[in-house]
């Protein structure tokens, strides 16, 4: 081989032009040594990118400006849900039967007044209607015990309507003023079990079915009901 290569033209001497040394082959094993080594470069940067990724999106989940706080602590923590038998609460609290006899007191009063007009105008209208059958007054009075007879049905039948919107306000103004109690009241109980949601149950309502270890209605009855003497004092 060193004959060989001593005996190989000098292309210089030739005046041929030099060409650029031909790059050798590497061998097999050190080409294989380098493309593992790539790959352990790429795989530590996919991994390092996974990272990142998950550092990134994670912590925009909790910080992005257009996520509620209200969302963001749902998220950290259970949602605490007590409720109230609407209907155990008025059959038990105090307030609401003082409330109910006075409204019960004042329908009674009122339809006393319109049933004791109602007899006075009845008896007075068949009365002349007896005198009409018999033409025991002249025609011209009839007319006007007619007349004046129709402005007194008239006038009973306004006081009636009057007196059942009267009644019907009253009754309102009593809803309203227990729900202005209660929700007050449950303001000051909740500043202690900070519960979530205090909700309202009823038969017939809008909630179909709730577990009894979610009652709450009767330790809030037993402090309205002494809220409630407390100020009767």
Same mark, same amino acid.
């Given at each position: 081989?060193?004959?060989?290569?001593?005996?190989?033209?000098?292309?210089?001497?030739?005046?041929e032009q030099a060409f650029?040394?031909?790059?050798?082959?590497?061998?097999?094993?050190?080409?294989?040594?380098?493309?593992?080594?790539? =790959?352990?470069?790429?795989?530590?940067?996919?991994?390092?990118?996974?990272?990142?990724?998950? =550092?990134?999106?994670?912590?925009?989940?909790?910080?992005?400006?257009?996520?509620?706080?209200?969302?963001?602590?749902?998220?950290?923590?259970?949602?605490?849900?007590?409720?109230?038998?609407?209907?155990?609460?008025?059959?038990?609290?105090?307030?609401?039967?003082?409330?109910?006899?006075?409204?019960?007191?004042?329908?009674?009063?009122?339809?006393?007044?319109?049933?004791?007009?109602?007899?006075?105008?009845?008896?007075?209208?068949?009365?002349?209607?007896?005198?009409?059958?018999?033409?025991?007054?002249?025609?011209?009075?009839?007319?006007?015990?007619?007349?004046?007879?129709?402005?007194?049905?008239?006038? =009973?039948?306004?006081?009636?309507?009057?007196y059942t919107q009267q009644?019907?306000?009253?009754?309102?103004?009593?809803?309203?003023?227990?729900?202005?109690?209660?929700?007050?009241?449950?303001?000051?109980?909740?500043?202690?079990?900070?519960?979530?949601?205090?909700?309202?149950?009823?038969?017939?309502?809008?909630? =179909?079915?709730?577990?009894?270890?979610?009652?709450?209605?009767?330790?809030?009855?037993?402090?309205?009901?002494?809220?409630?003497?407390?100020?009767?004092?």
């Open positions: 081989m060193q004959e060989d290569y001593n005996n190989k033209p000098d292309i210089s001497q030739t005046g650029p040394p031909v790059k050798q082959e590497e061998p097999e094993e050190e080409k294989r040594n380098i493309f593992q080594g790539h =790959l352990a470069i790429e795989l530590i940067l996919l991994i390092g990118l996974a990272v990142l990724y998950v =550092l990134f999106f994670t912590s925009k989940k909790t910080t992005e400006p257009g996520t509620s706080l209200a969302f963001q602590k749902s998220g950290e923590k259970s949602v605490k849900v007590v409720f109230i038998n609407i209907d155990s609460l008025n059959n038990q609290y105090l307030f609401v039967k003082k409330l109910k006899a006075d409204l019960e007191a004042t329908g009674k009063l009122l339809e006393a007044e319109i049933l004791s007009e109602q007899a006075a105008f009845e008896k007075e209208a068949t009365s002349f209607q007896k005198q009409a059958a018999a033409n025991a007054i002249p025609e011209d009075k009839a007319k006007i015990m007619y007349e004046a007879l129709m402005q007194k049905q008239q006038a =009973l039948a306004d006081k009636k309507e009057r009644v019907a306000e009253k009754e309102q103004a009593m809803h309203l003023t227990l729900l202005d109690t209660v929700t007050n009241f449950l303001k000051r109980y909740n500043r202690t079990f900070k519960f979530d949601y205090i909700l309202g149950y009823a038969n017939a309502g809008q909630i =179909l079915l709730a577990s009894d270890t979610l009652d709450i209605t009767g330790d809030v009855v037993k402090e309205l009901n002494k809220e409630y003497k407390e100020k009767g004092k």
